[in-house]
């Protein structure tokens, strides 16, 4: 009913900025909190950036003044600009968002794929 499709990822070097797009398409009738979530090899999915539906973002420590999450509600896109990249900001980059669908009363929460970063030193 409801896809998440993110683009953006690839390798780059440390110091360098990388932009991530998450699109949701599908049966829509609203869509609320959206967010970023990263997952390094060997360790848990952690906390990236949300952002609330009238667009108050929130950060991880680790990504404050580095990265800023945005959104276009009307493509029912988030994004996060990734800047001063480092290192050990290399995982694989998931979104996920609470969505109304049509026809139903409560959001669900969807997830992407997921799409690879990789910052070399």
């Known amino acids: 009913q409801v896809q998440l499709v993110e683009s953006g990822g690839g390798l780059v070097q440390a110091g360098g900025s990388l932009r991530l797009s998450c699109a949701a398409s599908g049966s829509i009738f609203s869509i609320g909190d959206m967010g970023w979530y990263r997952q390094a090899p060997g360790k848990q999915r952690e906390l990236v950036a949300t952002?609330?539906?009238?667009?108050?973002?929130n950060y991880a420590d680790s990504v404050k003044g580095r990265f800023t999450i945005s959104r276009d509600n009307a493509k029912n896109t988030v994004y996060l600009q990734m800047n001063s990249l480092k290192p050990e900001d290399t995982a694989v980059y998931f979104c996920n968002a609470q969505v109304q669908v049509v026809g139903r009363i409560w959001p669900n929460l969807y997830w992407g794929q997921g799409t690879q970063v990789t910052v070399s030193s």
């Open positions: 952002i609330t539906g009238d667009s108050r973002p």
